[in-house]
């Protein structure tokens, strides 16, 4: 009778885990979106230096469209594999717990990218990849309670690279490389092995 | 004073019915299809284990439209979540005796 107990009592939990989290995630997400993210910082890097052959005037313009490329390929990524995975597990991709994750995110995301744009028009440029990193790292954390919680330690690294990068910013490119492409791609191959093998 | 096993639910006795419960417990509703993928059965199977807690006004069902789709909703009533935490408070006696 008492294994009984135990064996009902798990069963409401891992019930009450897979209703109420996002768990369409995919590692390949992480994998692919940080690769992403470093040949975008890899074209950053040739516009800042000139490499690009970018008019001088129009060196934030051409960043503003690497990034934005980023953003939207990132996006994509994400929500091509979430969508294979919700296949494959026979649930909903748009439930109630990814519009808990999608809101979560979009909060600190909207604040942090008007807060660049602000940024950017006061001629403080160099406090932007800090700036990303920072409020993505909060975004992270914030939607780490309706996820899997290994999401919260990434944005934990986030902030943390955020702050490095506001206190070196001759480094700044390199930070956000770091976080939005190393650590992406280590935390999608982590979440693969841990969860879709 | 009673014993733990007197006081599991006897409606709780089935696996689907807990998962049913579990799922509704913390969610303010769920379609039925999100229960079959969540629980992982039949249509026919989930059918009659919420008619079965739909008897025993455990659960309540909602019909309503979304985008001219019927959409049918379930949500625990104030009895079920009662219920539901008994049957949770039991399970943890049977677990932790002296407690």
């Known amino acids: ?11 409401i939990r891992a019930m009450m885990e897979r209703a109420s989290k996002f ?6 997400s ?8 470093l040949a975008g910082a890899w074209v950053a890097g040739g516009i800042l230096s000139g490499a690009s052959g970018a008019p001088e005037g129009s060196v934030a313009a051409y960043l503003f469209l690497d990034a934005s490329l980023v953003l939207l390929a990132s996006l994509g990524l994400v929500l091509y594999f979430s969508r294979r995975v919700a296949v494959k597990k026979g649930i909903p991709l748009w439930g109630s717990a990814a519009r808990y994750v999608a809101f ?4 600190p995301l909207l604040a942090g990218g ?8 006061h001629g403080l440029a160099w406090l932007i990849p800090a700036c ?22 990434l944005g934990v690294i986030e902030v943390v690279l955020g702050l490095l990068a506001a206190a070196l910013p001759a480094y700044g490119l390199w930070f956000w490389a770091g976080g939005f492409g190393l650590s992406h791609i280590c935390y999608g191959i982590l979440h693969y092995r841990k969860y879709e093998r | 004073m009673k014993s733990a096993v007197t006081q599991l639910n006897r409606v709780f006795e ?11 417990a913390v969610r303010e509703a769920a379609d039925f299809t999100t229960l079959k993928g969540v629980l992982e059965v039949t249509d026919g199977n989930l059918a009659s284990h919420l008619a079965v807690l739909e008897k025993n006004r455990y659960v309540r069902m909602r019909k309503e439209f979304v985008q001219r789709k019927p959409q049918t909703t379930y ?14 408070d039991a399970l943890e006696r049977l677990i932790r005796p002296g407690r």
């Open chain 1, 30 to 37: 992480g994998i692919s979106a940080g690769i992403v993210a």
């Open chain 1, 1 to 11: 009778m008492n294994e009984r107990g135990i064996d009902d009592i798990l069963a």
């Open chain 1, 23 to 28: 768990l369409s995630f995919s590692g390949l």
């Open chain 2, 75 to 88: 949500q625990l009533t104030d009895a079920g979540r009662k219920a539901f935490a008994a049957h949770i």
């Open chain 1, 104 to 107: 979560a995110l979009a909060v």
């Open chain 2, 14 to 24: 089935s696996r689907i019915r807990l998962g049913i419960m579990s799922v509704l």
């Open chain 1, 132 to 153: 990303m990193l920072l409020f993505y790292g909060l975004a992270l954390l914030n939607a780490g309670n309706f996820t899997f919680g290994e999401i919260r330690a």
């Open chain 1, 114 to 121: 008007v807060l660049c744009l602000v940024l950017m028009a």
